[in-house]
């Protein structure tokens, strides 16, 4: 049940000081922080935390609304509404949130996941000038990952009426891969004897910041500032990257179509861990992954040919290896629709070949990149392409031999067949480090 308890800072101190040690201790030795309000908010799986920018809020009878609902206690309104009206600043106690932006109400894009110990929130109170350049309408947040999809199809309207019949779930069979969520987020509230999966967030009062510009108060200043430059600096050197590829573009050997360039843009900037892409998951931090294989393989749907593999968003860290697929792109950046008509197996020689130019015009010793972080990224890292027929890309099957997540369910006996010929699989793009292959 969704709820807000108010703490102080003793009664939770030694949790963060688990979760994140040097923020604690900074905490600790803050002047009143004893005294200073806090808020513990607890949200279950899939239920919006942001929507269209708004802060939402559990009121008294557990029912999540905006935090400016009459139902929400003026006191927890007057402490929480900062940050021009979106989340206030707060520390992620366990599991995972999805930051999304939301340009169109029928597809989201996964911008960023905060994981345990993270502090959320923090650029507006450093820059008050934030809310002149920052659209807050178009962010969203959810509790556990909403970027989230079955590898294996589960569009079949008939199965899936069987789990509208038992469970009594009212989303239709999901028609692309972008609506896997909404019927996870319902099996989640209606599967009866479920155990709880919820996200605590440790929420900040404006009283902790009010005096962030003293000297007892620099020391904390000085770590958030640390923690917001360190995590924009992909944004900082964007306009740099932007001009190298298109320097790359206008010097390609062969003219890249500018559908294919974007999607070569996606795969560095997903190697350079600013942009989301996927992995099978195997723990129950992103969603309640052992309730939901197991309502679709032992529940009335009975998917029982394939292994209930699920996939969630991911920035790459340079240890396991992503995922990414031409027609399921997670990319920031349009520039318009395909202007060529290829099949799958086309589209994905076209990327081929058009990184295997962006690599040879980077050698360019004119370019003079070489000495930059996405030279020696792209030098460290190994993109290789797949497809269901294996014969101008390899073989897709060799990515469940070579990566074992995929053979995971939260029970053996549910394990089956590699989906191979399924929406996403079917073509993908994997991408690892020449340190840290696949198989290992």
């Known amino acids: 049940m969704a709820y807000v308890n108010e703490v102080r800072w003793p009664d939770i101190a030694a949790k963060v000081q688990r979760l994140n040690p040097e923020l604690a201790n900074l905490l600790d030795d803050l002047p009143k922080s004893q005294q200073l309000p806090l808020f513990i908010a607890t949200y279950p799986y ?25 139902s929400i206690p003026k006191r927890q309104q007057k402490a929480l509404n900062y940050n021009f009206g979106s989340n206030p600043v707060f ?11 939301a340009p169109r109400e029928q597809q989201s894009i996964p911008y960023k996941i905060f994981t345990a110990g993270d502090i959320v929130g923090t650029w507006g109170i450093l820059d008050n000038d934030l809310s002149l350049y920052h659209p807050a309408n178009v962010w969203g947040m959810t509790a556990g990952a909403r970027s ?36 996870f987020r319902e099996l989640y509230q209606k599967v009866p004897e479920r155990k709880p999966w919820e996200v605590s967030l440790l929420l900040f009062s404006a009283d902790w910041f009010k005096s962030l510009d003293k000297p007892a108060f620099q020391p904390l200043k000085l770590y958030l500032l640390e923690q917001a430059w360190q995590s924009s600096n992909y944004l900082r050197n964007h306009a740099l990257w932007d001009f190298v590829f298109s320097v790359i573009k206008k010097h390609a050997r062969e003219p890249i179509e500018s559908h294919i360039y974007d999607i070569i843009k ?5 190697a350079l861990g600013q942009e989301i892409a996927f992995e099978p998951l195997t723990h129950e931090d992103t969603l309640p992954l052992s309730l939901i294989q197991t309502a679709y393989v032992d529940g009335p749907y009975q998917l029982k040919s394939y292994t209930p593999t699920i996939m969630g968003p991911k920035q790459f860290s340079r240890k396991k290896p992503v995922y990414i697929s031409p027609y399921h792109l997670t990319t920031l950046e349009f520039s318009g629709k395909r202007t060529k008509r290829r099949n799958l197996m086309a589209e994905l020689t076209a990327i081929e070949m058009g990184l295997e130019q962006v690599r040879l015009t980077l050698d360019d010793p004119k370019l003079a990149v070489k000495d930059t972080l996405l030279y ?19 073989p897709n099957l060799d990515i469940a031999n070579e990566d074992k997540r995929f053979d995971y369910a939260t029970n053996a006996a ?3 067949d590699f989906p191979y010929q399924s929406e996403f699989a079917k ?4 991408i690892a480090t020449k340190k840290n292959p696949p198989w290992k």
Request: charge should be neutral.
């Open 91 to 101: 520390i992620l106690m366990n599991k995972s949130t999805e930051l999304y932006l």
């Open 427 to 430: 073509g993908c793009i994997r």
């Open 266 to 270: 996606h795969c560095y900037s997903v």
């Open 46 to 70: 899939g239920f919006e935390i942001i929507n269209s920018g708004r802060f939402y809020l559990p009121n008294k009878t557990g029912n999540i609304v905006p935090l400016d609902d009459d």
């Open 414 to 416: 549910f394990c089956g």
């Open 376 to 394: 020696r990224v792209i030098a460290d890292t190994v993109i290789e392409f797949f497809h269901y027929l294996g014969l101008d890309q390899r």
């Open 148 to 183: 989230t999809f079955m590898l294996p199809p589960i569009s079949h309207k008939t199965f899936h009426a069987r789990l509208q019949n038992t469970y009594g779930i009212k989303a239709p069979a999901p028609a692309n891969l972008h609506n896997h969520w909404h019927v």
